[in-house]
């Protein structure tokens, strides 16, 4: 059964970075699929953040590509992401998310998500 | 990325019959994928491509595009099908609905 576990600080304050990351359990990040972040502000609808391939291929979100790299380990099986920079506009429950190349990017295994507080 | 136009919020009697739309210029043939969030929960993808269903979606749920359109149908609304669901698009990029809040009546 393939797992997401989404792991990161919980609070961070304005201006620094948040780093996420996204450890994969029972199946092979190497395996052909991309691998990417969404976030849901609270009571709000879903952002991609973008999506990553295993050799290195990326897409990001264009409204946040100046702050956002998101890399990928696959010795530890995970990927993570680093946005810069932040503000209260980034307060959010991060989700990563396997998508499929040959299901035009359906998102079909999600994690739990994890929850970023940026406040002083 | 881009958005794509949803209605805030549907309402169905249970039993019956819930259309839940999505419209954007980037809907395209096999590219609308659809996904349910309850209360507290990850979304969860319910529809891919259009029109067809993972293992686990119950049939109940269907799927269908028409020009810049596309429609996700519950037949037969269960009190268990009250959650939020969100319209996805990919175009080398990922768009999002705003999502449907449905409430089952």
């Known amino acids: 059964q393939v797992r997401l576990q989404e792991s990161g600080p919980g609070l961070v304050k304005p201006s620094d970075t948040l780093s996420l990351t996204c450890t994969v359990s029972?199946?092979?990040?190497?395996?052909?699929?991309?691998w990417g972040w969404i976030r849901q502000p609270p009571g709000r609808g879903l952002e991609w953040i973008g999506s990553?391939?295993?050799?290195?291929?990326?897409y990001y979100n264009p409204s946040l590509k100046s702050r956002l790299t998101m890399s990928v380990d696959t010795s530890k099986n995970q990927v993570s992401m680093r946005l810069t920079s932040v503000t209260a506009a980034d307060t959010a429950m991060y989700y990563c998310?396997?998508?499929?190349?040959?299901?035009?990017?359906?998102?079909?295994?999600w994690g739990h998500g994890t929850e970023v507080t940026v406040s002083s | 990325s881009y958005e794509l136009t949803q209605s805030p919020s549907v309402s169905v009697a249970l039993g019956q019959t819930a259309t839940i739309t999505c419209g954007g210029d980037?809907?395209?043939?096999?590219?609308v994928h659809w996904y349910q969030q309850k209360p507290g929960q990850a979304p969860s993808l319910l529809i891919y491509r259009d029109r067809y269903r993972p293992s686990g979606t119950p049939a109940r749920f269907s799927g269908s595009t028409s020009g810049n359109t596309a429609t996700l149908t519950l037949t037969g609304a269960q009190a268990a099908d009250e959650a939020d669901y969100f319209c996805q698009v990919w175009d080398n990029s990922v768009g999002f609905g705003g999502g449907t809040k449905l409430t089952v009546l």
């Open positions: 998310g396997r998508a499929s190349t040959g299901w035009y990017h359906a998102f079909d295994v």
């Open positions: 980037r809907i395209g043939a096999g590219t």
């Open positions: 990553m391939f295993h050799s290195g291929d990326t």
């Open positions: 029972g199946f092979s990040i190497s395996d052909g699929y991309y």
